[in-house]
């Protein structure tokens, strides 16, 4: 069986299309995506990344198809991402998806798009049965399979871990190419000072909003809002928010003897940020093995590809006797093949999404799903 699998949920539009064979592993036959860029210090409206999306389906659609080397003939359903995700370009991509079905008489799946993300990093790494940290710019959950649903054990309970750090790259006005968290990530490797920052673990919940108004405000105070190359003070406009920000935190006094607190650098805010936000996970998923009784942990989502992430909880793995498995940016980060995998285990249970039934929604939580193609 083929499917081609459409993911339009956040600022990338991708076309994946993969082969399920008896008793083979799937076969990707390809997986082409455009991403939607914003310019520095800005993040991608809904409108403005529909848009994009409207444009660059139908091309990726076509390489997609050509790289496969298939036919209209070759495929048995379209699958599209339903949600969760931002509206107005997930609608891009569902209507695409109905669009296909009719003219080329395929039956269509809607896919949970974080259904998508653990079952292809299931797929590519062998995982068996994992506690599955799932980490992006829109969600973060901390997930365990019991009796065909992926239970959150855990989750953000404000802004998403991705979104965080994406969100403090406006305040740098870091670029967005490739992606706000890579570029926070490749300074983060230069950092040298751990700055203090709010730590906000509650049971198995994480909280980041707090967290960003305290880098925020960091960043402001030493004079790098909106400057990605210079450490000049904000000055104009931005005075009356300078001054609203410095009221909410004090700076401790500077070290006898080390460092002035003029040498932190925004490298050095980018690491706090990371190993902060980083433990805190690290924290969770650990707590979910205990309470599961696994030792292996699946990372999927965007920030699942960052290094940093991912050696923190391989150390945190290893002294439980476990293993972290990872995928690449070809999967980590959104991507049209991971629909097309998830809709077609869901086909082939005899799962169909009529065309009154083909709609998309912001809000679609993992565990509404019935994962009947696994009954282990």
Same mark, same amino acid.
């Given at each position: 069986?083929?499917? *081609?699998? @459409?993911?339009?949920?956040?600022?990338? @539009?991708?076309?994946?299309?993969?082969?399920?064979?008896?008793?083979?592993?799937?076969?990707?036959?390809?997986?082409?995506?455009?991403?939607?860029?914003?310019?520095?210090?800005?993040?991608?409206?809904?409108?403005?990344?529909?848009?994009?999306?409207?444009? !660059?389906? +139908?091309?990726?659609?076509?390489?997609?198809?050509?790289?496969?080397?298939?036919?209209?003939?070759?495929?048995?359903?379209?699958?599209?991402?339903?949600?969760?995700?931002?509206?107005?370009? *997930?609608?891009?991509?569902?209507?695409?998806?109905? +669009?296909?079905? #009719?003219?080329?008489?395929?039956? *269509?799946?809607?896919?949970?798009?974080?259904?998508?993300?653990? %079952?292809?990093?299931?797929?590519?790494?062998?995982?068996?049965?994992?506690?599955?940290?799932?980490?992006?710019?829109?969600?973060?959950?901390?997930?365990?399979?019991?009796?065909?649903?992926?239970?959150?054990?855990?989750?953000?309970?404000?802004?998403?871990?991705?979104?965080?750090?994406?969100?403090?790259?406006?305040? #740098?006005? @870091?670029?967005?190419?490739?992606?706000?968290?890579?570029?926070?990530?490749?300074?983060?490797?230069?950092?040298?000072?751990?700055?203090?920052?709010?730590?906000?673990?509650?049971?198995?919940?994480?909280?980041?909003?707090? @967290?960003?108004?305290?880098?925020?405000? !960091?960043?402001?105070?030493?004079?790098?809002?909106?400057?990605?190359?210079?450490?000049?003070?904000?000055?104009?406009?931005?005075?009356?928010?300078?001054?609203?920000?410095?009221?909410?935190?004090?700076?401790?006094?500077?070290?006898?003897?080390? %460092?002035?607190?003029?040498?932190?650098?925004?490298?050095?805010?980018?690491?706090?940020?990371?190993?902060?936000?980083?433990?805190?996970?690290?924290?969770?998923?650990?707590?979910?093995?205990?309470?599961?009784?696994?030792?292996?942990?699946?990372?999927?989502g965007g920030v699942g590809s960052n290094e940093r992430l991912q050696q923190m909880m391989g150390e945190m793995a290893a002294a439980r006797g476990g293993s972290v498995f990872a995928t690449d940016e070809r999967f980590c980060i959104d991507n049209g093949i991971m629909i097309a995998h998830a809709g077609l285990l869901a086909y082939g249970t005899g799962v169909r999404t009529g065309l009154e039934e083909s709609t998309?929604?912001?809000?679609?939580?993992?565990?509404?799903? #019935?994962?009947? !193609?696994?009954?282990?």
């Amino acid at each position: 069986m083929l499917a *081609l699998g @459409i993911e339009g949920s956040a600022n990338k @539009i991708g076309v994946g299309i993969i082969k399920h064979a008896p008793d083979s592993p799937p076969e990707i036959l390809s997986n082409i995506r455009h991403t939607y860029n914003s310019p520095p210090g800005h993040g991608f409206l809904p409108k403005d990344t529909a848009l994009h999306h409207r444009a !660059w389906i +139908t091309p990726v659609i076509e390489q997609a198809m050509t790289e496969a080397g298939v036919t209209v003939d070759d495929i048995d359903c379209i699958c599209y991402t339903k949600g969760p995700g931002m509206g107005a370009p *997930l609608g891009v991509g569902a209507i695409a998806a109905r +669009t296909l079905s #009719l003219l080329w008489g395929k039956a *269509l799946v809607g896919v949970n798009h974080c259904v998508g993300h653990i %079952e292809m990093g299931r797929a590519t790494t062998g995982a068996s049965n994992p506690v599955v940290l799932y980490v992006s710019g829109g969600n973060t959950q901390v997930i365990a399979y019991a009796s065909q649903r992926y239970r959150i054990f855990g989750e953000a309970l404000d802004i998403a871990v991705g979104n965080c750090l994406d969100r403090f790259a406006r305040t #740098l006005a @870091i670029s967005n190419d490739p992606a706000p968290g890579y570029n926070i990530e490749q300074m983060a490797k230069r950092g040298r000072r751990l700055v203090e920052l709010p730590y906000a673990v509650k049971g198995m919940d994480c909280s980041f909003s707090g @967290i960003l108004s305290s880098v925020d405000a !960091w960043a402001v105070k030493l004079g790098f809002q909106g400057s990605p190359e210079s450490s000049e003070k904000a000055s104009g406009d931005e005075d009356g928010a300078k001054v609203e920000v410095e009221a909410q935190i004090e700076l401790p006094p500077e070290e006898g003897g080390g %460092e002035s607190l003029s040498s932190i650098t925004r490298e050095d805010l980018c690491f706090s940020l990371q190993e902060t936000v980083y433990a805190m996970l690290v924290e969770i998923t650990e707590r979910a093995m205990a309470h599961v009784g696994s030792s292996q942990v699946l990372i999927v989502g965007g920030v699942g590809s960052n290094e940093r992430l991912q050696q923190m909880m391989g150390e945190m793995a290893a002294a439980r006797g476990g293993s972290v498995f990872a995928t690449d940016e070809r999967f980590c980060i959104d991507n049209g093949i991971m629909i097309a995998h998830a809709g077609l285990l869901a086909y082939g249970t005899g799962v169909r999404t009529g065309l009154e039934e083909s709609t998309f929604t912001q809000r679609y939580r993992t565990d509404e799903v #019935l994962v009947g !193609w696994r009954d282990d």
